[in-house]
């Protein structure tokens, strides 16, 4: 299972960008999928996570800020991001919980990252 994220670049403070994370491979079913952040010299943090049935999470930090959705027919998650501040400056990697062709458990799977710069 590979996952490709597109969307990252550099955007003005009070900017917004779309990220895209689409997934491919042996997959059956893809249960939650995650978009996490890591900045230099941080822990890698989750920014939102949604369920396969839309229930979505969000860090503190993002809330009303962030959306996060998905195309399960086209096994995608995507991040609105908007009212961008400097401290959203990350690369953001998406993940998620597959159940792959031919087996009953699931597998988590994680994407090269994009990197997102928001200028102040």
């Known amino acids: 299972v590979q996952l490709q994220a597109f969307g990252g670049g550099l955007v003005q403070a009070g900017g917004s960008l779309r990220l895209s994370c689409a997934a491919s491979?042996?997959?059956?079913?893809?249960?939650?999928m995650t978009w996490h952040r890591q900045a230099p010299g941080k822990q890698r943090e989750l920014v939102a996570e949604?369920?396969?049935?839309?229930?979505?999470n969000y860090a503190d930090s993002v809330k009303g800020r962030f959306t996060i959705s998905r195309d399960n027919a086209k096994s995608t998650v995507y991040l609105q991001m908007n009212s961008l501040k400097a401290e959203d400056t990350a690369v953001y990697s998406c993940?998620?919980?597959?159940?792959?062709?031919?087996?009953?458990?699931?597998?988590?799977?994680w994407g090269q990252g994009t990197q997102v710069t928001v200028s102040s």
């Open positions: 491979g042996s997959i059956f079913r893809i249960n939650a």
């Open positions: 993940g998620c919980a597959v159940q792959r062709e031919g087996t009953w458990w699931l597998s988590h799977y």
């Open positions: 949604i369920t396969r049935d839309g229930i979505t």
